[in-house]
């Protein structure tokens, strides 16, 4: 059905969540974007260390087997206080975002390649990035005084770019729940964290008139079915405005299926159905990680994809920690990035990249480095990388580096490796990663060109058996070969059993060579 076929008519009644997925194919902008950056940035990007859920680790002397947030307690209590006086609430008013300058990131974003631009308008947290009229806890109120979301929307539309938001406060009521705590031993033993804390509590203080209720939720014992009903309640309403009151392209949110089922249906269809009465088509997108609703984008949480998927999909990839923290070594380079750029085009996806901004609001030095060059390698592949489509199959001599030597890995390592490359979320590369061989290819196309991406190339020749005359996926002889950045024609030969091509020594980039092949689409 085509998606034009119902406009007028879906301007005359709100349309049903099923009606919509009549409606929905994936806008042209999304597909062909393939390269997105993300600024997965709030308040919890204020303290120097605790991990990417430094909210809910701050008041846990023991975090279990969540290990990326040990460092949490300690530096709350030896940097803030103990959290039976000084709680989060307080870490959200020492964030300032002092140096945000979103023209100046946005126009940065679109220079190094991205196509569309996401901000976090909340976490688990539950503390807006906006001006919400339904909930006091935003950044208008409190730290910044700013509106975050609505700073970067302008400037995202400004130079040109699509925008997105992303919201994960759906877990919140959970989550949140070690703020109602206290020490299990030490001179604080049993004296109850800030949870507990009222709104009479805040007379005289910075956070007067603001209710801690509000923001961590009731304490677990004064929780009713009445009240969780409210909280959803209040969802809606935050989020129906989220994607009101700002021009969203993309609404993204966390965890498994709609937040709060029926609650984030009900945002999603009133979404759409705004979409459809404004342009006559659903020209925007909702990203999660749902299963079996073809009317969402799906989302690979710092992983990818095992094979082909028929239509486009989102993988999302972090320096570290999502939130930016200097505790931890960084597990990326821009060879990482490029080469899961490389094979999430090869199946169908793209990436959002996020950029975890330091709590001024501006860019490491040491992940603006990584940035740049990644910029660099998308700038001169370009051609390849933007409205791509897969090829018959997504790349050749896969898995070289299982290729090893006798002894050099032992028969555990293998099994790992292999377990691990099934896996879809949290199946990154990174640079403990084995390098790819020589040899390892993937593929796009676009139009009458094939591009072959050569992922860790060596000078030499290399077999590449899809492209062979005889080949399955192949009987077309090739009539020329280039690579992009350097005009001049590359050595090849085609037999029946595979394309022998030549990588020469000369590259214009030291990641991924790109070579366009023409003649056998």
């Known amino acids: 059905m085509s998606r034009l076929s119902c406009s007028c008519y879906s301007q005359e009644k709100e349309l049903t969540w099923e009606e919509l997925r009549e409606q929905f194919e994936c806008p042209a902008w999304f597909a062909e974007a393939r390269f997105g950056i993300w600024a997965h940035w709030g308040a919890q990007t204020q303290p120097e260390k605790g991990g990417g859920w430094y909210a809910r680790h701050m008041y846990m002397q023991d975090v279990g087997n969540q290990l990326w947030g040990t460092n949490a307690y300690p530096y709350h209590c030896e940097t803030y206080g103990h959290p039976s006086e000084i709680g989060y609430k307080d870490v959200l008013n020492k964030w300032k975002a002092e140096n945000l300058d979103t023209d100046a990131l946005l126009t940065y974003f679109k220079n190094i390649g991205a196509r569309y631009f996401m901000i976090l308008a909340n976490h688990h947290d539950r503390f807006d990035n906006f001006d919400s009229t339904h909930f006091a806890w935003n950044s208008v109120n409190v730290g910044p005084k700013r509106d975050i979301v609505g700073e970067f929307e302008k400037s995202t539309k400004k130079v040109g770019l699509k925008f997105g938001v992303s919201s994960h406060d759906d877990r919140f009521m959970q989550w949140w729940l070690p703020a109602f705590g206290a020490d299990k031993d030490g001179p604080y033993k049993g004296v109850p964290y800030d949870g507990h804390m009222t709104k009479e509590d805040g007379i005289g203080k910075w956070w007067e008139g603001l209710d801690p209720a509000e923001l961590y939720g009731l304490p677990p014992e004064k929780r009713t079915p009445q009240w969780e009903k409210g909280v959803k309640e209040n969802w809606v309403l935050r989020h129906k405005e989220l994607v009101t009151k700002y021009d969203v ?83 990326h380079s821009a060879r990482t990035v490029i080469e899961m ?61 299982l290729r090893v030597e006798k002894g050099a890995m032992g028969e555990i390592d293998l099994k790992a490796l292999k377990k691990r490359k099934k896996q879809t979320h949290f199946n990154t590369r990174t640079l403990a990663s084995p390098a790819f061989g020589h040899d390892e290819v993937r593929f796009v196309t676009k139009g009458d060109t094939l591009y072959l991406f050569v992922m860790n190339p060596t000078a030499g020749k290399i077999k590449v058996p899809s492209l062979g005359l005889s080949s399955k996926y192949n009987s077309e002889k090739i009539s020329s070969i280039s690579m992009i950045g350097n005009g001049s024609a590359i050595e090849f030969e085609q037999t029946p059993e595979a394309l022998m091509l030549n990588v020469p020594e000369s590259r214009p980039n030291k990641y991924a060579a790109v070579f366009k092949v023409e003649g056998v689409l």
């Open 249 to 331: 392209d993309m609404f993204w949110f966390d965890g498994n299926g709609f937040p709060y089922k029926n609650y984030g249906k009900e945002v999603c269809t009133d979404f759409y159905n705004r979409a459809l009465k404004k342009d006559g088509k659903i020209d925007v997108v909702v990203v999660g990680k749902c299963k079996n609703e073809p009317s969402t984008i799906q989302d690979v949480e710092q992983g990818g994809a095992e094979e082909i998927k028929s239509a486009p999909w989102q993988g999302t990839l972090t320096f570290n920690s999502w939130f930016y923290k200097n505790e931890r070594p960084i597990k």
């Open 341 to 401: 750029l490389i094979d999430m085009n090869s199946k169908n996806g793209n990436l959002m990249m996020n950029v975890e901004l330091m709590p001024d609001g501006t860019i490491p030095p040491e992940h603006r480095k990584i940035m740049d060059e990644l910029g660099a390698w998308v700038n001169l592949n370009s051609e390849a990388i933007y409205a791509s489509k897969p090829w018959k199959i997504y790349g050749d001599n896969l898995d070289s580096h």
